[in-house]
């Protein structure tokens, strides 16, 4: 079991840094630049773990990343990757999807601690910003789990992509859901128009302002484990899950790119702009689709 | 062993252990791939003083793209690898620049645009800019001209990385080394303290911003 979850945290290490190469590459070539190698977050990361250390804010400062890790990890260990064997879902019967929606907002909880224990008014602001987003983000993501959940009558994520071999792809029945949680997923991946708690001209780095080296590292780390346990969730929820590795790439590939292109055609909103889009449109559209679950099937 | 990477910057504890276990020539490997990473990823925090500040955008967008090596451009200095300073340093910039620099987490690194900061350049006779920088934070590349063209910008790039990972000593491993010489020079210029003082609360600055 130890042995699958490492196994799983590197496959999602890798996977995770590789799309965001490539998300780098995409953005270079968009705004006509040659972009850097496809494995350039690896050599920032090695580069970042082998830095010195020589600032030191308190214990809790430093918790900040460590929480956020430990967010990541556990979303990821608990999340199913492939549909049809047991392989590397070891800790999935441990929790359902309400565990992880849970988990996912650990981290950035965590870190408003930490940042806010460092005192940098850019990350506070960074801060600040990241909760008030969370709010409109949780919402239509959360109304869209909910659905789901009425629509397979447990909130089992084996038993929901189960269904899906049997019943047709969520993405199909449940087509509302799925762009509800789309829009939210744009934000959760810190894409614009909803990038506004690292909001390069704004707060310069946000959160992540004071952090350096290694903590940095650790952040870009949490990040790719992430990102990556966020996109099988989307799949498993919505595409029926993967049945093999080829089939995993292809289809989280698929969501990424989606996610990206939506990212760099849109422009950045306010704080106040996307908290106010993020509850009246995707929510809106949410509910209808929990109406149409509920009344309809 | 002499490794011939000065000041390695993987943990000691680690390289004594090494050591002991007779593997000192892990070390030099490890030293020698991180070196190699490191060159491979530098990460800027560009200051722009003087006139070279305009030559930087290019350097780092589409029409040059820095990014295609590595480097890029950071929000802060506490995440930068790279200190850019573009032109001559008044001594009202010379503080800001050293609380910078002394900011940046080791290994880093400095290059300069231009002949102010090597000579003082057109303004050798200035009453308050500094003639040769070297004097008060150790410089690793300097890349001349009046002003330089993004392509010799980029050319001190590629100088910087290929003496990163030949693990060359570099200007930081100086400042610590001659810390005395830095601070004596840098003194004479700015008077006792340099303020900010790094204990700045900067919630209660009427109060003196003492923490």
């Known amino acids: ?297 | 062993m002499e490794s011939g990477f000065h000041g390695s910057d993987l943990d000691s504890s680690l390289k004594c252990k090494l050591e002991e276990s007779g593997m000192a020539n892990t070390h030099a490997i490890m030293e020698k791939a991180v070196n190699w990473f490191r060159s491979r990823s530098i990460f800027v925090v560009a200051y722009g003083t003087g006139c070279g500040a305009i030559e930087m955008p290019p350097t780092f967008t589409s029409r040059y793209d820095a990014e295609r090596m590595g480097v890029v451009g950071v929000a802060t200095p506490r995440q930068a690898d790279l200190i850019i300073l573009s032109g001559y340093l008044a001594y009202k910039t010379l503080r800001r620049v050293i609380r910078t620099y002394e900011q940046m987490q080791r290994p880093k690194y400095v290059i300069t645009l231009g002949s102010c900061p090597i000579n003082g350049g057109m303004y050798w006779d200035s009453y308050n800019t500094i003639k040769k920088l070297d004097d008060y934070i150790p410089v690793d590349v300097y890349v001349t001209g009046c002003m330089p063209r993004p392509e010799s910008v980029i050319e001190g790039f590629v100088l910087l990385q290929e003496r990163i990972k030949n693990g060359e000593k570099a200007g930081w491993q100086k400042y610590d080394e001659n810390l005395k010489f830095y601070k004596d020079n840098q003194k004479r210029v700015l008077g006792g303290h340099i303020d900010p003082s790094y204990e700045t609360d900067w919630y209660n600055l009427e109060n003196g911003g003492v923490a």
Request: proline share 4%; charged share 10%; net charge positive.
């Open chain 1, 1 to 297: 079991m130890i042995f699958q979850i490492i196994l799983l945290i590197m496959l999602a290490y890798v996977v995770g840094f590789i799309y965001f190469g490539l998300y780098r590459n995409i953005l270079a070539r968009i705004q006509g630049r040659y972009g850097p190698t496809i494995y350039q977050s690896f050599y920032d990361s090695i580069k970042l773990f082998s830095k010195k250390n020589t600032v030191n804010y308190g214990w809790m400062f430093y918790l900040g990343p460590i929480i956020m890790a430990t967010g990541a990890v556990l979303t990821l260990i608990l999340v199913p990757v492939f549909s049809d064997s047991d392989f590397l879902r070891s800790a999935t019967s441990q929790g359902n999807l309400f565990v992880l929606l849970y988990l996912m907002v650990l981290g950035p909880l965590g870190n408003a601690l930490a940042v806010g224990t460092g005192g940098n008014p850019f990350g506070v602001m960074g801060v600040v910003r990241g909760l008030t987003r969370l709010i409109g983000l949780e919402l239509p993501f959360y109304i869209a789990v909910v659905g789901l959940i009425i629509a397979a009558n447990s909130s089992d994520i084996v038993h929901i992509i189960d269904m899906q071999k049997t019943g047709g792809l969520n993405i199909i029945n449940h087509p509302l859901l799925f762009i509800a949680a789309m829009i939210s997923m744009v934000g959760f991946f810190g894409e614009s128009p909803f990038d506004i708690p690292g909001a390069p001209q704004e707060v310069y780095s946000g959160p992540r302002t004071e952090f350096s080296g290694k903590f940095l590292a650790l952040l870009m780390s949490q990040g790719s484990l992430f990102a990556f346990a966020k996109l099988v969730l989307i799949i498993d929820l919505f595409l029926g899950g993967a049945d093999s590795l080829w089939m995993l790439v292809l289809k989280t590939l698929a969501i990424f790119v989606t996610i990206i292109f939506i990212g760099v055609v849109y422009g950045r909103y306010k704080v106040e702009q996307a908290v106010d889009f993020l509850m009246k449109i995707p929510t809106l559209i949410a509910l209808l689709g929990l109406a149409r679950v509920i009344w309809f099937g």
